[in-house]
């Protein structure tokens, strides 16, 4: 199995973009890139730095980009309500586990169901930006959204993968306290309803780490699809780097707010428009500039803002996670003298990998913050609704 040439599922965006537009012909291809280059983005693992080149190398033809915007964003428009009636799915399972009192279950649904929305709102966006666009829009600012989203979609795998690790340590738990109930059942030391307990408790495990399960495997095809593979390739998806910590702490946002409105997609559209015949229509248009570049301004603010505030909430999640290090050290070494059983090593297991998880969902909203903040300095639009409601 390999890649197709071209995804459909990448034809949204760069439909509305390629129509007529010259710089459709200096569309990417495997000779512009070095022999091992070309080798790492042909084999069966994509990592996070390929996106680009991978969004780039298998967008569909110029041939297939001339169907419609509407056939084209159909797409996205049914990733969004899937993702949304995902979203919407895993917060009543998340409802029904917290009023069972299975707090372990209630946090794996909910923690996938902000993934599916966080998703949903890119599709949202894909779509509302590319319904704005005129056909003429350089194919960079297509392969701007489209990676950008690839990123996005990576990152929560990242987290959906992870999650099904704590998922199956879980199952894990409860097994081993279902099979100690019947244990000590068999000793005359537990009651039917004990290890009827024990074994709902395993149950409710079990369809935890299903579903996070099925999230990931939905997730993953939706990515092949996006950068060329077939739906079920059996690909790795890399790890998603580690945020920037020295780049992050040294964004001058003055300098990167000139940056951003000379940028700005948007108003370099409004910028190459021809003049207007009569003076209303020119003070439409300047007014349009003026709005347009204030909405950049505020919006470059607002994402500096989330960026500083990620930040300091990387630090604190940081010293629980290297808290959390030394504790399973620690348990490591009781466990291998014998001074805990395997029940509080297996609990103890769980909240380390918990904690990984928050370090890696830090790590991410962290980097995410960072990446919105420089494609909005590129000239990508990053709305503020979109920016806050995927924060982690």
Known sequence: MKRTQFSLCCLGVAAVMAVSSPAAAMAASLSDYDEATQEKLLDDTLEYNEIRALVSLFNPSMQQAQITMDDSLSVYRNGMTEY?????ELRREADKAEDDGDLQAYATYEMNAQIMNALANQYKDVVEQSERMSTQRSIVSAEDMLTRAVQQMVQGYAQLDLGC????????????????ALTQQSLGMATDADVKSAANSLASAQAGLKSAQDSRASLKSSICLMTGWDYDADITIGAVPEPDLEA??????ASDTERAVNNNYDLVSLRHESRATSTVKQNVRDRNLQDTE????????????TLQQQRTSWDGV???????VNDKAALDQKYQLGM???LEYLQGELTYLQAQSAKLSADISLRKAYEDYLWQVKGVTVTSTESSGQQG
């Open 84 to 88: 949304k009636d995902r979203a919407a």
């Open 165 to 180: 690790q704590v998922a199956e340590k879980g199952v894990e738990l409860a097994q081993a306290a279902y099979d100690s």
């Open 248 to 253: 992050i702490d040294s964004v001058d946002v």
């Open 294 to 305: 204030a909405s950049v301004c505020i919006a470059m603010e607002s994402l500096y803002e």
């Open 318 to 324: 940081d010293a629980a996670w290297q808290k959390a």
């Open 340 to 342: 805990v059983g395997r």
